[in-house]
């Protein structure tokens, strides 16, 4: 019996830990490169979280991204999409109007406006909250439970 248990946990740990080192893909159309001239493609649909970075091997880059992946549901529900741009020699058109300095993470609303700019990582609760406090997400909210009420009415 001792033996049979040993093997069950054996097998569950193995699991587990097997589990952990796959790395997961993430959802598709969450990840994009900040390759566009400007947002206007997202005005209203989307909520564009730019990552800039100088390197992709830049600690904070890497942080951050590890952040966004593990909880991507949170961030889909939100119409989020997380474009990111580790190239300062490419000068692209998001560089130059958003002026990072290293490492730079921008929350932007659907409303094209810039909502918050932090100089390191941010965990995805962290976005979400501030998301959730813009007067359209509340809108959204307000839409989405009366949308249910008619459901179950």
Do not use: C, H, Y
Not at 59 to 80: N, T
Request: charged letters at 30%.
């Amino acid at each position: 019996m001792k033996r049979l248990i040993t093997v069950v946990f054996a097998g569950l740990f193995a699991t587990s830990t097997a589990s952990q080192t796959i790395p997961e893909t993430p959802p598709p159309g969450l990840f994009a490169p900040a390759d566009m001239a400007d947002l206007s493609e997202f005005l209203w649909k989307k909520r564009p979280v730019l990552v800039f970075a100088n390197s992709e091997d830049d600690p904070a880059f890497r942080v951050q991204m590890e952040l966004l992946q593990e909880q991507p549901q949170d961030l889909l529900e939100r119409d989020v999409i997380v474009l990111t741009d580790t190239d300062p020699a490419a000068r692209s058109a998001l560089r130059l109007k958003m002026r990072p300095r290293g490492f730079m993470l921008v929350l932007v609303g659907k409303d094209g406006g810039i909502k918050l700019r932090k100089p390191r990582p941010w965990d995805v609760r962290e976005i979400t909250r501030s998301i959730d406090k813009t007067t359209i997400r509340q809108r959204e909210i307000r839409e989405d439970k009366e949308k249910a009420g008619k459901i179950f009415d």
